[in-house]
């Protein structure tokens, strides 16, 4: 059975070491997850790596554990990125491709990664693309989630996240059986701050403008496989392993 590292080298860097240690399952994938916000990346990149025996890397979730560190400890670009996240802006590259720098352990994490809000626009792919190369890996395919816009602005605002064990729900299409009640541990659902109409707006404005072209970057490569992301989690993740199987 898959044993989900708690991926302390992602979200803390520095000398923190994953337990469980991650343990190669097959040969190790090395994958792009691609689309708006509120496509489902996170949820999928939950379902692939359990299947994959891969590790989620999400830039997002290394901003969120900073959010809930002691202030006294973020370094000052840590601080500026909150407040980019807060208002749904993008962080600064500079900012993100430190961050990343700083991991590049788990882009060698022998049981292969499932890079979910990473990257975010053009310059950050280029990095990428360096950091892989002094790494000599390279990756083996970029997943692109479509759905309509107005699907995705109905997904994004009925999110609903646990405070504890971060599982994810939605008031509509996954509600928790008590409202406000994560299913899992008992803890307190919540709206993320950049879930909000306000910051729903800026994220896709900031989509468009920035990530989008990321596509046609990936597509120019032959890595990119595009997959609608309609249906549940499982028949996306589905069609996302057959996509990949008939990709390779
Ligand atoms: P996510 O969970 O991927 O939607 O990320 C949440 C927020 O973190 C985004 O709206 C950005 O403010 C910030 N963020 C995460 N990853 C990046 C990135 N690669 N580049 C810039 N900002 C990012």
Redesign the pocket.
């Known amino acids: 059975m898959y044993n989900k590292p708690d991926r302390k080298a992602w979200l803390k860097a520095g000398t923190a070491h994953c337990e469980p240690p991650p343990v190669a399952q097959h040969p190790p994938r090395r994958l792009v997850l691609l689309g708006a ?1 509120g496509v489902g ?2 949820t999928q990149a939950e379902l692939l790596c359990a299947r994959l025996g891969a590790c989620h890397l ?7 554990a900073a959010k809930a560190m002691d202030p006294a400890e973020r370094t000052p670009a840590l601080t500026a ?1 909150l407040d ?2 807060r ?7 500079e ?2 491709l430190a961050l990343v720098a700083e991991r590049v352990g788990c882009l060698r994490c022998e049981s292969g990664f499932l890079l ?6 053009v310059a ?1 792919a280029e990095a990428l693309e360096r950091l892989l190369a002094g790494e000599q890996l390279r990756l083996d395919a970029v997943l692109s989630y479509e759905l309509p816009l107005e699907k995705v602005v109905a997904r994004l605002s009925g999110r609903r996240t646990c405070a504890q064990c971060k599982a994810v729900f939605h008031v509509e299409s996954r509600p928790s059986r008590v409202a406000g009640v994560c299913d899992h541990c008992g803890g307190k659902l919540y709206q993320r701050e ?1 879930d909000r109409p306000e ?1 729903i707006r800026v ?1 896709m404005e ?1 989509y468009e403008r920035s990530t989008a072209p990321l596509a046609d970057f990936y597509r120019r490569q032959n890595l990119l496989v595009s997959i609608s992301a309609e249906g549940t989690p499982e028949e996306i993740c589905r069609r996302s392993l057959e996509a990949l199987h008939a990709a390779a």
């Open positions: 916000p990346k996170g999400s830039t997002g979730d290394i901003f969120r990125a980019y996240m208002r749904g802006d993008l962080v600064p590259d900012t993100v979910d809000g990473f990257p975010r626009t950050q950049d910051s994220r900031a």
